[in-house]
């Protein structure tokens, strides 16, 4: 085997190679523990940066530090990887203390964004940042929200104290209108840590920059939470709009809001004008949403569903003609088995986001006039996400509909109604997803 294995690598490239499931030959030969025919690769081929720093990846993730530097040693990366390396192996102790000794990687103690990643998710690392100053590259970022996500009590505090220590100013407002008590009732892991951020001398009272209440930043928050800390809070307090807390949940309670109402929802939890709301792009929205933590509908597949079996057969031919991937559910059905309730003979899925289905409007709207069938372009359903289910029907004639079902929140009507474009009455909001939202209980 190994004779046969050094003719194929002295006579084909496989620099490139990739297997079915996207493995590089490096990875093939690490899943397969052949350590020695991992090295003669190493010699014989030319293996660029990128690939080294895939195999170091895998190392870093199921080996320990001595295998990594059996390799590192004789096999190392340039020096524009060596900031990337470094924060990947901080999953992996043993060998981020074998690099952060090494010359170039030392320099690299206080990179801005090796300490981001400490403070958010390592903070049993923190003295390894001891003579590091500067925070100001941290303030617009998300990293006090992770602090505040700590299960101990203990990192939180540590952090906590290491950002007070630098000038951290816990009544300042951030760039996307919060401080850092506002952001402590959104994201606290425990009440405690609110009751600390005003030991610490946080002012309960102050307002975000839009003019909302430190009360109003409990919207998404769990009755349970509201409860342990309302003391510290002024819960009948009202935003510039003259609306208290409990009008706001009177609203995620509305099975059939108004565009204006969801509009304030969304610029309360972005903390914006309602009027900015309406100017985001998809893409900044669901940015914007990923930094105030608020999880979006994110369908995981796109489908097409049939309504007879025979004609799936000739329609996949169809789309597979027209450059559309498709793939065959069945890996799925194993995967999911009580979760994904799709009929193999009658379902495909489909290789492009249903966010782009206007892109393939007319090719749908074509194939379910000359076959004379219904044509459902869906997202997976309710028992899978948790969240929504849209589907959209190409009928007999061509004509689409669209209508979708909501279980999360507000938000999640917003963003589908704007941004799936689908009507307001053709969403149905049915809030059971959350059962431990304040809002629910």
């Given at each position: 085997a190994e004779e046969i294995f050094g003719y194929l690598i002295q006579t084909y490239d496989y620099n490139n190679f990739k297997n079915a499931v996207d493995f590089s030959l490096l990875i093939v030969l690490m899943l397969f523990e052949r350590e020695h025919l991992l090295m003669t690769v190493l010699e014989v081929l030319d293996f660029d940066d990128e690939h080294r720093m895939e195999?170091?990846?895998?190392?870093?993730?199921?080996?320990?530090?001595?295998?990594?530097?059996?390799?590192?040693?004789?096999?190392?990366?340039?020096y524009h990887y060596f900031r990337d390396l470094l924060r990947l192996s901080l999953n992996n102790y043993s060998i981020f203390h074998y690099l952060i000794e090494l010359d170039g990687f030392d320099q690299l103690r206080f990179d801005e964004r090796l300490v981001y990643d400490i403070l958010s998710f390592h903070p049993e690392l923190l003295y390894i940042l001891e003579g590091s100053t500067d925070i100001e590259g941290l303030w617009d970022t998300d990293v006090f929200a992770n602090a505040l996500a700590f299960e101990q009590e203990s990192d939180f505090e540590k952090v906590l104290d290491f950002l007070l220590e630098r000038g951290w100013d816990l009544n300042e407002h951030n760039g996307f209108g919060l401080n850092s008590f506002h952001q402590a009732l959104r994201h606290a892991k425990k009440p405690r840590y609110v009751e600390r951020l005003i030991e610490k001398g946080a002012d309960p009272t102050t307002y975000t920059t839009e003019g909302y209440a430190p009360a109003h930043q409990l919207l998404l928050r769990s009755g349970t939470f509201t409860v342990q800390v309302r003391e510290h809070i002024d819960l009948a307090a009202e935003d510039r709009h003259g609306l208290k807390l409990e009008d706001y949940d009177r609203l995620m309670?509305?099975?059939?809001?108004?565009?204006?109402?969801?509009?304030?929802?969304?610029?309360?939890?972005?903390?914006?004008?309602?009027?900015?709301?309406?100017?985001?792009?998809?893409?900044?929205?669901?940015?914007?949403?990923?930094?105030?933590?608020?999880?979006?509908?994110?369908?995981?597949?796109?489908?097409?569903?049939?309504?007879?079996?025979?004609?799936?057969?000739?329609?996949?031919?169809?789309?597979?003609?027209?450059?559309?991937?498709?793939?065959?559910?069945?890996?799925?059905?194993?995967?999911?088995?009580?979760?994904?309730?799709?009929?193999?003979?009658f379902t495909l899925q489909l290789g492009f986001d249903l966010l782009d289905l206007d892109a393939y409007k007319p090719l749908f709207s074509e194939l379910a006039e000359r076959y004379n069938t219904t044509l459902t372009v869906e997202t997976e359903g309710h028992s899978m996400n948790k969240t929504a289910h849209i589907q959209c029907t190409f009928k007999e004639n061509g004509q689409l509909t669209k209508e979708a079902t909501v279980y999360s929140n507000l938000i999640d009507v917003f963003y589908i109604h704007r941004y799936y474009f689908i009507p307001l009455a053709s969403i149905a909001y049915e809030p059971v997803g959350f059962t431990d939202q304040r809002y629910l209980n």
């Open positions: 195999m170091y990846a895998y190392m870093i993730e199921h080996n320990d530090m001595e295998y990594f530097m059996q390799f590192f040693d004789d096999y190392p990366v340039h309670r509305n099975s059939k809001p108004s565009e204006e109402e969801l509009a304030s929802v969304v610029a309360l939890a972005m903390n914006m004008s309602r009027e900015q709301v309406y100017e985001l792009s998809e893409a900044d929205f669901f940015d914007l949403a990923a930094m105030f933590d608020i999880e979006l509908f994110s369908p995981y597949m796109t489908l097409l569903t049939l309504p007879k079996a025979e004609d799936a057969d000739m329609i996949e031919q169809e789309l597979m003609q027209a450059n559309i991937e498709i793939s065959d559910i069945h890996p799925i059905l194993e995967m999911f088995p009580d979760s994904f309730d799709y009929h193999p003979s």
